[in-house]
Protein backbone atom coordinates (compact mmCIF):
# COMPACT_ATOMS: atom_id res chain seq x y z
CA UNK A 1 0.00 0.00 0.00
CA UNK A 2 2.88 2.18 0.85
CA UNK A 3 4.25 1.60 -2.58
CA UNK A 4 1.62 2.24 -4.14
CA UNK A 5 1.00 5.63 -2.65
CA UNK A 6 4.88 6.56 -3.61
CA UNK A 7 4.41 5.85 -6.98
CA UNK A 8 1.41 8.34 -7.82
CA UNK A 9 3.19 10.74 -5.93
CA UNK A 10 6.08 10.51 -8.21
CA UNK A 11 4.05 10.20 -11.34
CA UNK A 12 2.37 13.39 -9.84
CA UNK A 13 5.72 15.24 -9.72
CA UNK A 14 7.02 14.43 -13.19
CA UNK A 15 3.25 15.10 -14.92
CA UNK A 16 3.61 19.09 -14.43
CA UNK A 17 7.23 18.94 -16.11
CA UNK A 18 5.77 17.88 -19.53
CA UNK A 19 2.95 20.21 -19.24
CA UNK A 20 5.51 23.11 -18.39
CA UNK A 21 7.39 22.04 -21.49
CA UNK A 22 4.85 22.31 -23.84
CA UNK A 23 3.89 25.23 -23.23
CA UNK A 24 7.54 27.19 -22.93
CA UNK A 25 7.43 25.70 -26.27
CA UNK A 26 4.17 27.56 -27.38
CA UNK A 27 5.40 30.48 -26.07
CA UNK A 28 9.09 30.20 -28.13
CA UNK A 29 7.33 29.78 -31.48
CA UNK A 30 5.09 32.60 -30.96
CA UNK A 31 8.52 35.00 -31.13
CA UNK A 32 10.13 33.10 -33.62
CA UNK A 33 6.87 33.83 -36.03
CA UNK A 34 7.16 36.73 -35.18
CA UNK A 35 10.57 37.56 -36.21
CA UNK A 36 13.61 39.28 -34.24
CA UNK A 37 13.36 43.13 -34.17
CA UNK A 38 16.42 44.97 -35.11
CA UNK A 39 16.72 48.37 -34.34
CA UNK A 40 18.84 51.22 -36.98
CA UNK A 41 21.21 53.63 -35.29
CA UNK A 42 20.05 56.27 -33.76
CA UNK A 43 20.65 59.72 -34.70
CA UNK A 44 23.28 61.47 -32.36
CA UNK A 45 25.24 64.16 -33.96
CA UNK A 46 22.08 66.68 -35.02
CA UNK A 47 22.01 70.32 -34.06
CA UNK A 48 18.44 72.94 -34.61
CA UNK A 49 19.20 75.92 -36.57
CA UNK A 50 15.77 78.65 -35.40
CA UNK A 51 14.75 80.92 -37.66
CA UNK A 52 11.92 83.16 -38.32
CA UNK A 53 8.67 80.72 -37.97
CA UNK A 54 11.06 77.65 -39.80
CA UNK A 55 13.74 75.97 -38.84
CA UNK A 56 16.68 73.92 -40.06
CA UNK A 57 18.27 70.70 -38.60
CA UNK A 58 21.69 69.10 -39.97
CA UNK A 59 22.58 65.58 -38.78
CA UNK A 60 24.69 62.75 -39.87
CA UNK A 61 23.36 59.41 -40.24
CA UNK A 62 25.90 56.75 -39.77
CA UNK A 63 23.18 53.27 -40.28
CA UNK A 64 23.23 52.18 -44.26
CA UNK A 65 20.11 50.78 -43.64
CA UNK A 66 18.33 54.01 -42.54
CA UNK A 67 16.50 55.34 -45.78
CA UNK A 68 13.92 57.84 -44.25
CA UNK A 69 13.62 59.84 -41.25
CA UNK A 70 10.41 61.24 -39.80
CA UNK A 71 10.93 64.49 -37.68
CA UNK A 72 7.90 65.27 -35.26
CA UNK A 73 6.91 67.99 -32.91
CA UNK A 74 3.92 68.97 -30.96
CA UNK A 75 3.62 65.69 -29.10
CA UNK A 76 3.69 64.24 -31.98
CA UNK A 77 0.72 65.83 -33.99
CA UNK A 78 3.17 67.35 -36.63
CA UNK A 79 5.28 65.67 -38.20
CA UNK A 80 7.69 66.06 -41.53
CA UNK A 81 9.27 62.75 -43.37
CA UNK A 82 12.51 62.95 -45.09
CA UNK A 83 14.22 60.77 -47.57
CA UNK A 84 17.79 60.20 -46.60
CA UNK A 85 19.76 60.50 -50.19
CA UNK A 86 21.44 56.93 -51.41
CA UNK A 87 25.63 57.13 -50.58
CA UNK A 88 25.73 59.29 -47.57
CA UNK A 89 26.29 57.19 -44.95
CA UNK A 90 28.12 59.73 -42.52
CA UNK A 91 28.23 63.04 -44.24
CA UNK A 92 26.34 66.14 -42.83
CA UNK A 93 22.27 66.59 -44.15
CA UNK A 94 20.35 69.06 -43.66
CA UNK A 95 16.29 69.49 -43.44
CA UNK A 96 14.58 72.00 -43.99
CA UNK A 97 11.50 72.73 -41.62
CA UNK A 98 8.87 75.52 -42.96
CA UNK A 99 6.21 77.13 -41.18
CA UNK A 100 6.55 76.56 -37.74
CA UNK A 101 4.77 78.10 -35.11
CA UNK A 102 6.33 80.94 -32.63
CA UNK A 103 7.43 78.50 -29.81
CA UNK A 104 9.26 76.50 -27.93
CA UNK A 105 9.03 73.22 -29.64
CA UNK A 106 10.63 69.70 -29.14
CA UNK A 107 11.33 67.75 -31.88
CA UNK A 108 12.16 64.10 -32.17
CA UNK A 109 13.93 62.06 -35.19
CA UNK A 110 12.92 58.38 -36.04
CA UNK A 111 15.03 56.75 -38.72
CA UNK A 112 12.97 53.82 -40.86
CA UNK A 113 14.21 51.22 -43.51
CA UNK A 114 12.71 51.68 -46.97
CA UNK A 115 10.34 48.54 -45.75
CA UNK A 116 9.11 50.92 -42.89
CA UNK A 117 9.98 47.72 -40.80
CA UNK A 118 12.96 48.66 -38.50
CA UNK A 119 13.72 51.85 -36.76
CA UNK A 120 16.04 53.82 -34.71
CA UNK A 121 15.23 54.69 -31.13
CA UNK A 122 13.96 58.67 -31.50
CA UNK A 123 16.47 61.36 -30.82
CA UNK A 124 15.05 64.62 -29.07
CA UNK A 125 15.98 68.60 -29.19
CA UNK A 126 14.76 71.34 -28.18
CA UNK A 127 14.50 74.98 -29.29
CA UNK A 128 12.35 78.35 -29.69
CA UNK A 129 11.32 79.28 -32.23
CA UNK A 130 10.99 82.98 -33.46
CA UNK A 131 8.40 85.34 -35.02
CA UNK A 132 6.38 88.15 -34.88
CA UNK A 133 6.41 88.57 -31.03
CA UNK A 134 10.19 88.38 -30.90
CA UNK A 135 10.39 90.83 -33.74
CA UNK A 136 7.99 93.08 -31.91
CA UNK A 137 9.90 93.14 -28.25
CA UNK A 138 12.96 94.59 -30.41
CA UNK A 139 14.35 97.98 -29.83
CA UNK A 140 15.88 100.67 -32.47
CA UNK A 141 19.50 101.42 -31.35
CA UNK A 142 19.54 104.72 -29.82
CA UNK A 143 21.74 107.70 -31.29
CA UNK A 144 23.89 109.73 -28.96
CA UNK A 145 24.65 112.43 -31.79
CA UNK A 146 25.01 112.59 -35.55
CA UNK A 147 25.97 115.15 -37.99
CA UNK A 148 26.09 115.42 -41.67
CA UNK A 149 29.05 117.31 -44.01
CA UNK A 150 26.80 118.18 -47.20
CA UNK A 151 30.45 118.95 -48.66
CA UNK A 152 31.98 115.68 -47.93
CA UNK A 153 28.24 113.36 -48.28
CA UNK A 154 29.57 112.58 -44.63
CA UNK A 155 27.46 111.28 -41.92
CA UNK A 156 29.04 110.71 -38.97
CA UNK A 157 26.87 108.80 -35.92
CA UNK A 158 27.51 107.98 -32.42
CA UNK A 159 25.97 105.26 -30.97
CA UNK A 160 24.09 105.22 -27.72
CA UNK A 161 25.11 101.42 -25.81
CA UNK A 162 24.08 98.59 -27.92
CA UNK A 163 21.22 95.91 -27.20
CA UNK A 164 22.17 92.02 -27.07
CA UNK A 165 21.54 90.63 -30.36
CA UNK A 166 21.89 93.44 -32.29
CA UNK A 167 24.47 93.33 -34.84
CA UNK A 168 23.86 95.37 -37.40
CA UNK A 169 22.17 98.41 -39.02
CA UNK A 170 20.58 99.69 -42.17
CA UNK A 171 20.54 103.40 -43.56
CA UNK A 172 17.68 103.98 -46.32
CA UNK A 173 17.37 107.46 -47.45
CA UNK A 174 16.46 109.37 -50.81
CA UNK A 175 19.24 109.41 -53.49
CA UNK A 176 18.80 112.80 -55.72
CA UNK A 177 19.07 110.43 -59.11
CA UNK A 178 15.42 109.17 -57.32
CA UNK A 179 16.08 105.88 -55.78
CA UNK A 180 16.29 104.95 -52.60
CA UNK A 181 19.65 104.05 -51.18
CA UNK A 182 20.32 101.31 -48.37
CA UNK A 183 24.12 100.76 -46.68
CA UNK A 184 24.32 98.47 -44.05
CA UNK A 185 26.92 99.30 -40.89
CA UNK A 186 28.26 96.70 -38.88
CA UNK A 187 27.58 97.52 -34.94
CA UNK A 188 30.24 99.72 -33.48
CA UNK A 189 30.47 102.41 -31.33
CA UNK A 190 31.01 104.88 -34.06
CA UNK A 191 30.12 104.86 -38.08
CA UNK A 192 31.17 107.31 -40.69
CA UNK A 193 29.42 106.78 -43.70
CA UNK A 194 29.40 107.97 -47.08
CA UNK A 195 25.90 109.19 -48.07
CA UNK A 196 26.47 109.04 -51.90
CA UNK A 197 24.38 111.58 -53.59
CA UNK A 198 21.93 111.84 -50.60
CA UNK A 199 18.90 114.04 -50.92
CA UNK A 200 17.13 113.26 -47.65
CA UNK A 201 14.56 110.94 -46.04
CA UNK A 202 17.28 109.58 -44.20
CA UNK A 203 16.14 106.39 -41.77
CA UNK A 204 17.56 103.68 -39.92
CA UNK A 205 16.56 100.07 -38.44
CA UNK A 206 18.65 97.66 -36.23
CA UNK A 207 18.71 93.75 -37.02
CA UNK A 208 19.27 91.41 -34.73
CA UNK A 209 19.97 87.54 -34.71
CA UNK A 210 18.32 85.91 -31.44
CA UNK A 211 21.02 83.15 -31.42
CA UNK A 212 24.56 82.28 -32.68
CA UNK A 213 23.85 80.83 -36.16
CA UNK A 214 20.05 81.98 -36.68
CA UNK A 215 18.80 81.24 -39.83
CA UNK A 216 17.30 84.84 -40.20
CA UNK A 217 18.21 88.40 -38.90
CA UNK A 218 15.58 90.21 -37.39
CA UNK A 219 14.91 94.27 -37.75
CA UNK A 220 12.91 97.02 -36.08
CA UNK A 221 10.87 99.42 -38.20
CA UNK A 222 12.57 102.24 -39.35
CA UNK A 223 12.98 105.43 -37.39
CA UNK A 224 14.00 108.80 -38.72
CA UNK A 225 17.54 109.42 -38.01
CA UNK A 226 17.32 112.83 -36.44
CA UNK A 227 21.16 114.86 -37.60
CA UNK A 228 22.22 118.16 -37.39
CA UNK A 229 24.61 119.49 -40.17
CA UNK A 230 27.75 121.01 -40.57
CA UNK A 231 26.69 124.03 -42.04
CA UNK A 232 29.35 125.78 -44.83
CA UNK A 233 28.43 128.97 -46.94
CA UNK A 234 30.60 131.30 -48.44
CA UNK A 235 33.15 133.31 -46.78
CA UNK A 236 33.18 136.81 -47.40
CA UNK A 237 36.35 138.44 -46.54
CA UNK A 238 34.89 141.72 -45.59
CA UNK A 239 36.30 144.06 -48.48
CA UNK A 240 33.78 146.16 -50.85
CA UNK A 241 35.20 144.44 -53.96
CA UNK A 242 33.53 140.70 -52.64
CA UNK A 243 30.29 140.32 -52.79
CA UNK A 244 27.38 138.30 -54.79
CA UNK A 245 24.56 139.87 -57.48
CA UNK A 246 21.30 138.03 -57.94
CA UNK A 247 20.25 140.56 -61.12
CA UNK A 248 16.71 142.34 -61.00
CA UNK A 249 13.71 140.46 -61.36
CA UNK A 250 10.35 141.34 -60.04
CA UNK A 251 10.25 137.52 -58.61
CA UNK A 252 12.46 139.64 -55.53
CA UNK A 253 9.90 142.93 -54.78
CA UNK A 254 7.18 143.01 -52.45
CA UNK A 255 4.19 144.10 -54.39
CA UNK A 256 1.07 145.66 -52.42
CA UNK A 257 -0.83 142.46 -51.29
CA UNK A 258 2.20 140.18 -50.88
CA UNK A 259 4.74 139.39 -48.26
CA UNK A 260 8.39 137.83 -48.62
CA UNK A 261 10.37 135.83 -46.21
CA UNK A 262 14.09 135.58 -46.48
CA UNK A 263 16.16 132.79 -44.67
CA UNK A 264 19.22 132.34 -44.08
CA UNK A 265 22.62 131.16 -41.79
CA UNK A 266 25.01 133.51 -40.86
CA UNK A 267 28.64 134.12 -38.86
CA UNK A 268 31.17 137.02 -38.04
CA UNK A 269 34.31 136.64 -36.45
CA UNK A 270 33.77 140.57 -35.81
CA UNK A 271 30.68 143.31 -34.97
CA UNK A 272 33.05 146.11 -34.95
CA UNK A 273 31.39 147.46 -38.09
CA UNK A 274 27.68 147.19 -40.01
CA UNK A 275 28.09 144.26 -42.17
CA UNK A 276 24.92 143.81 -44.79
CA UNK A 277 23.70 140.42 -45.56
CA UNK A 278 21.54 141.37 -48.46
CA UNK A 279 19.73 143.96 -50.00
CA UNK A 280 17.40 145.05 -52.51
CA UNK A 281 18.38 148.86 -52.77
CA UNK A 282 21.01 150.99 -54.19
CA UNK A 283 22.27 153.24 -51.80
CA UNK A 284 22.45 156.90 -54.12
CA UNK A 285 20.17 157.90 -55.64
CA UNK A 286 15.94 158.13 -55.48
CA UNK A 287 13.54 156.51 -57.87
CA UNK A 288 13.46 153.80 -58.59
CA UNK A 289 17.23 152.82 -57.21
CA UNK A 290 17.10 153.90 -53.66
CA UNK A 291 14.08 155.02 -52.38
CA UNK A 292 12.27 151.94 -51.38
CA UNK A 293 13.89 148.25 -51.35
CA UNK A 294 14.30 145.73 -48.44
CA UNK A 295 17.17 144.13 -46.56
CA UNK A 296 19.43 142.63 -43.77
CA UNK A 297 22.30 143.54 -41.75
CA UNK A 298 24.40 142.98 -38.62
CA UNK A 299 24.72 146.30 -36.33
CA UNK A 300 28.27 147.82 -36.01
CA UNK A 301 29.89 147.60 -32.19
CA UNK A 302 26.63 146.21 -30.81
CA UNK A 303 25.84 142.76 -33.53
CA UNK A 304 22.25 143.52 -33.16
CA UNK A 305 20.01 141.59 -36.17
CA UNK A 306 18.77 144.48 -38.38
CA UNK A 307 16.11 143.92 -41.06
CA UNK A 308 14.84 147.19 -43.05
CA UNK A 309 12.27 148.19 -45.08
CA UNK A 310 12.64 151.79 -47.17
CA UNK A 311 9.61 152.73 -48.67
CA UNK A 312 10.06 156.48 -50.63
CA UNK A 313 13.07 157.14 -48.49
CA UNK A 314 11.39 156.15 -45.18
CA UNK A 315 13.24 153.61 -43.36
CA UNK A 316 11.04 150.87 -41.04
CA UNK A 317 13.33 148.80 -39.20
CA UNK A 318 13.88 146.61 -36.19
CA UNK A 319 16.55 146.31 -33.95
CA UNK A 320 16.94 142.50 -31.83
CA UNK A 321 19.62 141.74 -29.22
CA UNK A 322 22.84 140.77 -31.12
CA UNK A 323 24.47 137.39 -32.38
CA UNK A 324 27.75 135.79 -30.55
CA UNK A 325 30.65 135.95 -32.82
CA UNK A 326 32.19 133.10 -34.31
CA UNK A 327 28.75 131.10 -33.91
CA UNK A 328 26.03 130.11 -36.46
CA UNK A 329 22.71 132.01 -36.11
CA UNK A 330 20.31 131.50 -38.23
CA UNK A 331 17.56 134.26 -39.26
CA UNK A 332 14.42 134.82 -40.79
CA UNK A 333 13.14 137.80 -41.59
CA UNK A 334 9.50 138.32 -42.75
CA UNK A 335 8.35 141.43 -44.81
CA UNK A 336 4.59 141.70 -44.88
CA UNK A 337 3.14 144.42 -46.73
CA UNK A 338 -0.17 142.85 -47.13
CA UNK A 339 -0.91 142.67 -43.77
CA UNK A 340 1.66 145.79 -42.67
CA UNK A 341 3.89 143.90 -40.35
CA UNK A 342 7.41 142.87 -39.86
CA UNK A 343 8.92 140.28 -38.15
CA UNK A 344 12.24 138.99 -37.42
CA UNK A 345 13.17 135.25 -35.61
CA UNK A 346 16.52 134.19 -34.56
CA UNK A 347 17.10 130.53 -34.53
CA UNK A 348 13.30 129.67 -34.66
CA UNK A 349 12.36 132.08 -31.73
CA UNK A 350 10.52 135.50 -32.55
CA UNK A 351 12.76 137.85 -31.14
CA UNK A 352 11.06 141.30 -32.40
CA UNK A 353 8.63 142.89 -35.05
CA UNK A 354 7.00 146.16 -36.21
CA UNK A 355 3.42 147.51 -38.26
CA UNK A 356 4.18 149.25 -40.77
CA UNK A 357 2.77 152.53 -41.56
CA UNK A 358 -0.42 151.96 -44.19
CA UNK A 359 1.74 154.59 -46.73
CA UNK A 360 3.89 151.75 -47.22
CA UNK A 361 2.49 150.20 -50.36
CA UNK A 362 5.39 147.84 -52.04
CA UNK A 363 9.48 147.68 -52.00
CA UNK A 364 9.27 147.17 -56.16
CA UNK A 365 12.46 148.67 -57.83
CA UNK A 366 14.97 147.74 -60.14
CA UNK A 367 17.96 147.08 -57.63
CA UNK A 368 19.82 144.32 -58.24
CA UNK A 369 19.81 142.22 -55.06
CA UNK A 370 23.13 141.96 -53.16
CA UNK A 371 24.28 139.50 -50.76
CA UNK A 372 27.25 140.35 -48.69
CA UNK A 373 27.19 143.85 -49.43
CA UNK A 374 25.25 146.86 -50.36
CA UNK A 375 25.63 148.35 -53.51
CA UNK A 376 25.54 152.30 -53.71
CA UNK A 377 24.93 151.78 -57.50
CA UNK A 378 24.29 149.65 -60.51
CA UNK A 379 27.07 150.20 -62.00
CA UNK A 380 29.46 150.07 -59.28
CA UNK A 381 32.44 147.07 -58.54
CA UNK A 382 32.17 148.11 -54.74
CA UNK A 383 29.88 147.10 -52.12
CA UNK A 384 29.46 148.79 -48.45
CA UNK A 385 28.48 147.52 -45.83
CA UNK A 386 30.86 144.65 -46.73
CA UNK A 387 30.24 141.38 -45.05
CA UNK A 388 32.81 139.51 -42.66
CA UNK A 389 32.31 135.69 -42.13
CA UNK A 390 30.01 133.40 -43.68
CA UNK A 391 26.80 133.16 -45.22
CA UNK A 392 24.84 129.98 -46.12
CA UNK A 393 21.30 128.51 -47.45
CA UNK A 394 19.70 131.66 -48.57
CA UNK A 395 16.36 131.21 -49.41
CA UNK A 396 13.51 133.58 -50.85
CA UNK A 397 9.62 132.72 -50.24
CA UNK A 398 7.32 134.51 -51.39
CA UNK A 399 5.06 134.21 -48.64
CA UNK A 400 5.08 135.10 -44.87
CA UNK A 401 5.88 131.63 -42.93
CA UNK A 402 4.25 130.69 -40.12
CA UNK A 403 7.10 129.82 -36.61
CA UNK A 404 6.63 126.34 -37.57
CA UNK A 405 7.51 126.54 -41.28
CA UNK A 406 10.04 128.77 -40.17
CA UNK A 407 11.54 126.35 -37.71
CA UNK A 408 11.13 123.56 -40.29
CA UNK A 409 13.56 126.02 -42.63
CA UNK A 410 15.86 126.47 -39.95
CA UNK A 411 16.22 122.27 -39.53
CA UNK A 412 16.44 121.60 -43.22
CA UNK A 413 19.32 120.63 -44.89
CA UNK A 414 17.64 121.42 -48.34
CA UNK A 415 14.92 122.72 -50.33
CA UNK A 416 13.45 121.76 -53.53
CA UNK A 417 11.91 123.14 -56.35
CA UNK A 418 8.46 122.01 -55.10
CA UNK A 419 9.05 123.79 -51.58
CA UNK A 420 5.49 125.74 -51.32
CA UNK A 421 6.27 129.23 -51.80
CA UNK A 422 9.91 129.39 -52.67
CA UNK A 423 11.07 131.66 -55.25
CA UNK A 424 14.75 131.15 -54.91
CA UNK A 425 17.59 129.18 -52.71
CA UNK A 426 21.03 129.25 -53.43
CA UNK A 427 23.95 126.60 -51.52
CA UNK A 428 26.18 129.10 -51.30
CA UNK A 429 29.16 126.66 -50.75
CA UNK A 430 28.47 125.07 -54.31
CA UNK A 431 29.95 127.66 -56.43
CA UNK A 432 30.73 126.67 -60.15
CA UNK A 433 33.37 127.82 -62.99
CA UNK A 434 36.55 128.69 -62.36
CA UNK A 435 38.73 131.68 -62.20
CA UNK A 436 36.77 134.92 -61.63
CA UNK A 437 34.07 133.90 -63.65
CA UNK A 438 32.00 132.35 -60.76
CA UNK A 439 28.66 131.59 -60.27
CA UNK A 440 25.87 129.92 -57.53
CA UNK A 441 22.99 128.46 -59.05
CA UNK A 442 19.10 129.10 -57.76
CA UNK A 443 17.89 125.86 -56.58
CA UNK A 444 15.32 126.29 -58.24
CA UNK A 445 16.70 126.96 -61.21
CA UNK A 446 15.45 130.74 -62.28
CA UNK A 447 17.50 133.22 -60.69
CA UNK A 448 21.35 132.44 -61.13
CA UNK A 449 24.17 134.66 -58.91
CA UNK A 450 27.51 136.19 -59.70
CA UNK A 451 30.04 136.32 -57.61
CA UNK A 452 32.27 139.69 -58.02
CA UNK A 453 35.76 139.02 -55.87
CA UNK A 454 36.30 135.82 -55.66
CA UNK A 455 38.31 133.40 -58.11
CA UNK A 456 39.79 129.87 -57.67
CA UNK A 457 41.94 127.38 -59.71
Known amino acids: ?28 DEYLQRGETTYLSRINEVKVYPGNKRAELVFVNNDSKAKAMTVYWRSRTDSVVYTIPENTVGQELKIQLPDLPEDFLTFELVTTTADGKNKSLSTELSSRIYGDNY ?80 LDTFYTAYSDLEFSEVIEGLVFNGTSSQYMLIPHHPDFDIAAGEAMTVTCWARTPTIAATQ ?30 YPDLVYNGGTQAIN ?18 ANKQMLVYKDGVLLGSRTLPATVLSTTNIADLAVGGHKASPTGSSAGQSFNGEIARLRFYKKTLSPEEILGDMLSVRVTAETPGLVAAYDLKKVLGS ?15 VLHGFSRP
Open 320 to 337: VPAVSTNTWVHIAAVYDI
Open 135 to 214: RESLNNRLIDVATYIESSNQLDITWKSVFEGAIKIELEYDGADGDTRVIEVPIEERSIVYLNRFDGNLKYRTGYVPVQNA
Open 435 to 449: GTNLTIEDIKGNHPA
Open 1 to 28: MKNTIKYIFRISLILPLFFSCDNMNDLH
Open 276 to 305: RIFAKRYTSGYGDYGNTGYGLAFLGNTGNI
